[in-house]
């Protein structure tokens, strides 16, 4: 079946309006490109056209190349890549040379992102609406632009713009790109068609100028200054990211365009763009596209036509760093809440953190000052439960004590309207044995944010199998309006995202009792791509946490814990972490941290009292070796997690390790990079290791399985178990 096409319309005052059609995005697929060829290439032979409208059907210009296109087999009748060097051969060829006999004018609502922008900035014009989103965002898929936008963009709107929407895949909205050049004009939805019309047929008449973009050279600096503007965006382009080559290529690619001309600048566009298309980063980074849209896709939930109820007003419990950090979540989105604490000085703490919070997004522009009065004005304080009447959803945020949380949930079940969802934020704790005072466990579910809750973009839901399915419909449809990506996972300690991970951690301490030194151990994990190392994290997590949590994972999964003394004896001598400035690193007033020599003394400490003989081999580790042997235990804990159906696809792993954990996604997240490796590489490494350090790698059947097989991890297993 065609994936989409184009159609035609030539209206009586000769101008054929062509318009993408291909649903929900209208993305540039094969289809659609053949058939805009077509469309094109009739328009232009017919002689009652004398300009084209290029447009999108159901308000949406284009989301740009069909992104599913990039991972098609080349065939003889369908390589995918001489398809796109064909429109862009045809492109410019029909469209921009000189003497191109009509001019098109691009007519944009919605989004006109990646190849979708590059076709509109082939139109001699663009009239768009206020709200359309013009960008190109491929440098987020690996890739950079593929038809001219690396020349034309520039070309448009200046060089520090163009660099600025291009590395930061950052989109301008129909004004702003308005005022920067990229459109012609702003009009509203209504008008869109007619003013685009109106203003082909106006270049007709020469009322209007018929600009092509890959001429003008009016917004380019001089050679000097470019050089300056395009050296400093690659030091800041390598400080975002050293492991990423593509945003230099793509600032190599504009620098040809500009110094050598832009037919120059759009061949190397064409065999850049073709080498990083075939790239494993940008193969990671489709991968990650699409996972990250399949997490709401659950199977038997999804699918059962429910609707969303509406979510109004929300309650909290507990004004802490978390509660505050959800309350801000939801009020910068629109939704009112409820926060409440057990005394004045608590809630009045927990309200300055929530303002705190607010003000550091006005800081850093992510919200004007007039918003912040708006969205502090949804939230109230409350010391008791009298408003949660009100509530549709109430998200418990309490200290991790089972018998508070009980009683907390009995609560709320004498208080809250019979409807209302009662989630809890617990990162580790049973869901069955929070409602267990409770009679309403249908209505009880996880909702496991991520600290800084305002600023991580994951949120885990937890559901039991009492939970019910409408409930699970709602919290995705919360996630949908604070804007974060949800995992649904099922019940168990630690649930996926840090049951996953709590091997990492082990693993580290074990690789210090046994040699290693722990700056090296976060050097080469930050060197990996995560963010910060185990210990490096352990600190910012702070100590309580963390025997806090190991604790429950002793209870759990205690054949695959290792008991390291080293937190315990740190803690005696009263270090905490970063909270008491001083932890595995020490801290200043700035909060920088700094190896300390005197961690020696507690590690030796540690080993003398694990009666730990050290591993000559384990200190000379290569930095790959370390990476192994730190992440494939979580590679195999992962494995449990979808072999018990606590998690239901490989894909949500990779969306969980890399929005919760800040997995490199140009490495796909866990799963993906584990299935680069193979199953049988990883069961062999684990299984040699589990020999003589024991149950920490053990492999597990799900894994052993898909090695004997020869299978991917991601391969779903047949009769794999279900907590979904
Ligand atoms: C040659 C060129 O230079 C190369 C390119 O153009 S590469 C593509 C560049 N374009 C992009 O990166 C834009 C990608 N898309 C987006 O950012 C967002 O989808 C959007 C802003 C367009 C719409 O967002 P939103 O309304 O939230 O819808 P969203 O859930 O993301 O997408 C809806 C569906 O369209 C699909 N989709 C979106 N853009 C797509 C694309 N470019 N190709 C294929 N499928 C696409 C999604 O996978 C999703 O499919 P599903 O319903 O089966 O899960």
Redesign the pocket.
């Known amino acids: 079946m065609a994936r989409g096409s184009t159609s035609m319309e030539v209206r009586r005052d000769g101008v054929a309006v062509i318009t993408v059609s291909n649903p ?2 209208n ?3 094969l289809d659609v490109i053949a058939s805009l060829q077509r469309d094109y290439g009739e328009a232009l032979r017919r002689s009652d056209v004398k300009a084209i409208v290029l447009t999108g059907a159901k308000g ?1 210009f ?9 991972d098609k087999k080349p065939s003889k009748d369908c390589p995918v890549l001489s398809f ?1 060097n064909k429109l862009n051969i045809y492109v410019v060829k029909f469209m921009l040379l000189p003497d191109a006999p009509k001019p098109s004018v691009a007519a944009i609502d ?2 006109a ?4 922008l ?1 076709l509109a900035m082939v139109c001699h014009a663009r009239v768009s609406t206020s709200s359309a ?1 013009l ?4 440098l ?2 690996g ?5 001219g ?1 690396t020349q034309r963009l520039p070309r448009l709107v200046g060089l520090p713009k163009a660099l600025e929407m291009l590395l930061m ?1 950052k ?1 301008l909205k129909g004004v702003e790109a308005h005022k920067f050049g990229l459109v012609d004009a702003v009009v509203s939805a209504d008008e869109l068609i007619s003013t685009a019309c109106s203003w082909a047929l106006e270049i007709v008449e020469d009322k209007r100028p018929s600009f092509r973009s890959l001429h003008r050279t009016d917004r380019l600096p001089a050679l000097e200054e470019t050089k300056k503007i395009l050296n400093f965006a690659r030091v800041q382009a390598q400080k975002q990211s050293a492991s990423l080559q593509h945003p230099l290529v793509c600032i190599d690619v504009i620098e040809e365009g500009i110094i050598s001309g832009p037919r120059a600048g759009l061949m190397k566009e064409t065999l850049c ?1 073709k080498m990083l298309e075939m790239s494993q980063i940008s193969k990671s980074l489709r991968h990650v ?2 996972a ?3 997490t709401s ?1 659950i199977p038997n939930i999804s699918n059962l036509g429910l609707t969303p109820r509406r979510i109004h007003k929300v309650a909290i419990v507990g004004g802490g760093l978390m509660g505050s950090g959800i309350a801000t979540a939801l009020i910068s989105n629109n939704l009112l809440v409820i926060l409440k604490e057990v005394n004045e000085q608590f809630l009045d703490a927990g309200i300055s953190r929530v303002k705190a919070n607010l003000q550091s997004l006005v800081k850093r522009g992510q919200m004007t000052k007039e918003d912040y009065e708006k969205k502090l004005s949804l939230l109230s304080g409350v010391l008791d439960y009298e408003q949660f009447r009100e509530a549709d959803v109430v998200i418990e945020a309490v200290i991790e004590d089972l018998s508070l949380k009980q009683k907390i949930f009995a609560d709320l079940e004498k208080y809250c309207h019979s409807n209302c969802i009662l989630a809890t934020n617990t990162s580790t704790i049973d869901l069955h044995l929070i409602g267990q005072k409770t009679s309403c466990q249908d209505r009880i579910a996880g909702a496991h944010f991520f600290s800084p809750a305002h600023a991580m973009p994951l949120l885990e839901i937890i559901r039991t199998h009492r939970t019910s399915s409408q409930v699970v419909i709602d919290l995705l449809n919360v996630a949908k309006q604070i804007r974060k990506t949800p995992i649904v996972v099922g019940n168990c300690t630690g649930f996926a995202v840090n049951r996953m991970f709590f091997p990492f951690t082990q693993v580290a301490y074990f690789l210090v009792d046994y040699g290693l030194d722990v700056y090296h151990i976060d050097h080469v994990i930050t060197k990996f791509g995560m963010p910060m190392g185990p210990f490096r994290l352990a600190d910012l997590v702070g100590f309580g946490v963390a025997i806090a949590s190991r604790k429950q994972y002793l209870q759990s999964y205690p054949e695959r814990c290792y008991k390291s003394m080293l937190i315990q004896i740190m803690l005696e001598e009263n270090r905490t972490g970063e909270s008491s400035r001083k932890g595995f690193y020490l801290y200043d007033d700035k909060r920088k941290a700094s190896p300390d020599p005197e961690m020696n003394k507690y590690i030796e400490k540690s080993r003398s009292m694990a009666s730990i003989v050290q591993d000559p081999k384990l200190p000379k580790l290569t930095d790959d070796e370390i990476v192994e042997m730190m992440l494939f235990p979580v590679v195999n804990e992962a494995c449990r997690l979808l072999d018990e159906g606590v998690a239901m696809k490989a894909s949500d792993l990779d969306v969980a390790s890399i929005m919760g954990r800040g997995f490199p996604s140009y490495r796909g997240g866990v799963m993906f990079w584990a299935d680069s490796f193979g199953a049988k590489y990883i069961y062999d490494r684990l299984k040699d290791w589990s020999k003589y350090h024991g149950g920490i790698f053990e492999p597990c059947e799900y894994l052993s399985t898909r090695a004997r097989q020869g299978l991917s991890l991601a391969a779903m297993a047949d009769g794999a178990m279900s907590r979904l």
């Open positions: 929900p995005v993305a540039l697929s949406r284009s989301g740009g190349f069909d992104i599913n296109a990039f796109v919605g989004v992102l990646g190849g979708g590059e989103q960008g190109l965002p491929e987020q898929l890739i950079i632009p593929g038809l936008g895949s989109p763009g596209f699409f990250q849209r399949a896709k």
